[in-house]
């Protein structure tokens, strides 16, 4: 069973650029989530979806992320403009349904460096 | 309310050695307590995990022990071998709100020959 796929793996922009995630998770689960995490922290939720409705995104800084996940599968994460302090590892996770949807499942991430 | 506290920041113990990592929470209402394991350029997966049901889980070299009036939960690693350097991070949910992962801030573990 494929894990949960993301691309770019590395990405380097300059500031005020835009710049796109996307996040293919595993098959059948319909709950996918957003990390954030900076070097040597634990990652940080951005957005959870349910299907596709985001049903948690209160920690998305709105102003300049935006997220979406048509047909309720793969997502896209946005930035625009990067500002210097958007530079972060960003993780994808999926879940799926029933007695085990406490188990995430993450992919490798997305390292994005702003110069 | 919502934090979820790690120590240490980093451990370094020799081959066969049992590193422990502790982590301590806020909010009473989480019932889901993972940890997880991730290497450089990896990303986090899930090791063991326990809710508060019971004081003790154990999966291979690898033990999660509970206590759920002191609000602390701690990792141990039995006979910890050089392939289980990495950074280990506990997190904690209350899965009646659908699963929101509250991590800590990591453990960098370096297992020496």
């Known amino acids: 069973e494929a894990g949960v796929v993301q691309s770019p793996r590395y990405k380097i922009i300059e500031k005020k650029q835009p710049v796109a995630f996307w996040c293919n998770p595993i098959?059948?689960?319909?709950?996918l989530y957003w990390y954030l995490q900076n070097l040597g922290q634990g990652p940080e939720l951005l957005i959870r979806?349910?299907?596709?409705?985001?049903?948690?995104d209160s920690q998305l800084p709105k102003d300049r992320f935006s997220a979406e996940r048509l047909k309720g599968v793969d997502s896209t994460l946005k930035i625009q403009p990067a500002e210097l302090g958007d530079s972060a590892v960003y993780l994808c996770a999926s879940s799926g349904s029933g007695p085990l949807t406490d188990t995430q499942y993450f992919g490798p991430g997305t390292r994005l460096t702003v110069l | 309310q919502q934090q979820v506290k790690q120590s240490p920041q980093s451990l370094i113990v020799q081959k066969g050695g049992i590193p422990i990592i502790n982590c301590a929470y806020e909010n009473t209402a989480f019932d889901y307590f993972p940890w997880y394991q991730q290497f450089p350029g990896k990303g986090p997966a899930l090791l063991i995990a326990?809710?508060?049901?019971?004081s003790e889980k154990k999966e291979g070299r690898f033990t999660i022990s509970f206590n759920k009036s002191a609000k602390q939960f701690s990792l141990h690693i039995m006979d910890s071998q050089p392939g289980d350097s990495a950074t280990y991070f506990c997190a904690a949910s209350n899965t009646g709100t659908a699963s929101k992962l509250t991590f800590g801030t990591g453990t960098r573990l370096q297992v020496t020959l």
């Open positions: 098959s059948g689960h319909n709950t």
């Open positions: 326990i809710r508060p049901d019971v």
């Open positions: 979806y349910e299907n596709e409705e985001a049903v948690d």
